[in-house]
């Protein structure tokens, strides 16, 4: 089965720039999705179609997609950025999310 | 605005059944969305269950496949999940959401989610 791989945490410093990556096989080949999930809170959609953002998300929110990567960044994190994200793909009938990664802004 | 609202028993003995449905406004059920269940374990991270189209056509979770059933009921305008044989490890989360289906495929609005808990 189709496995998405993340770091489990991240940190970043309020201001700079925070990249959180997943993997997979040939991600590139699919789209992929990004969720904040805030503590207690039920996830948002934050990225889709691997580079597009919905409204309502901050400009500093940004993906990008290729070879096996797919790529979140924020670009000068704020506080309330601190949160679980979560990469998403469509393969082969079934929706797979990755393991997570707590991004943590100190 | 969408909203979805997942609702049914917080407590479901071992080997019971688990079963929620989540009802849908704003859209209707039969629209070309799919939708779908998530579940959440404590301090975990996301599990997709499965995911149903307003025809029937459903995906499921390989590793949930045999034990779960997810159906939808056009006339209430919502959809339900069914756990069959469940342990303590299905204790979780559950979220509803609606997965959009167009030129791109993502889950576009979660409802609040609901705690499950598998206990005797």
């Known amino acids: 089965s189709y496995e998405l791989t993340q770091p489990p945490s991240v940190s970043v410093s309020p201001g700079q720039t925070a990249s959180i990556t997943c993997s997979g096989d040939?991600?590139?080949?699919?789209?992929a999705c990004w969720y904040q999930q805030k503590s207690g809170l039920s996830p948002v959609l934050v990225v889709y179609?691997?580079?597009k953002r919905p409204s309502g998300i901050p400009e500093r929110f940004s993906g990008s997609n290729s070879g096996n990567t797919a790529t979140l960044t924020i670009s000068g994190t704020q506080a309330m950025d601190e949160a679980d994200y979560y990469c998403?793909?469509?393969?082969?009938?079934?929706?797979?999310f990755g393991g997570g990664t707590r991004l943590t802004v100190l | 605005q969408v909203q979805l609202q997942a609702s049914g028993p917080g407590l479901v003995k071992p080997s019971g059944t688990l079963s929620l449905t989540c009802a849908v406004s704003?859209?209707?059920?039969?629209?070309?969305?799919?939708w779908t269940w998530v579940r959440q374990p404590p301090g975990k991270g996301l599990e997709w269950i499965g995911q149903?189209?307003?025809?029937?056509?459903?995906n499921y979770n390989p590793s949930l496949k045999g034990r779960v059933v997810i159906s939808v009921d056009r006339s209430n305008n919502q959809f339900s999940l069914r756990l069959n044989s469940v342990t303590a490890a299905d204790t979780a989360v559950y979220y509803c959401?609606?997965?959009?289906?167009?030129?791109?495929?993502?889950?576009?609005?979660w409802g609040l989610g609901t705690l499950v808990t598998v206990s005797s």
């Open positions: 959401a609606r997965v959009f289906w167009g030129s791109a495929y993502y889950f576009d609005y």
């Open positions: 704003g859209d209707s059920i039969s629209s070309s969305n799919r």
């Open positions: 149903i189209y307003h025809s029937g056509t459903t």
């Open positions: 040939k991600l590139g080949d699919k789209f």
């Open positions: 179609q691997s580079t």
């Open positions: 998403q793909a469509w393969d082969s009938g079934n929706w797979v």
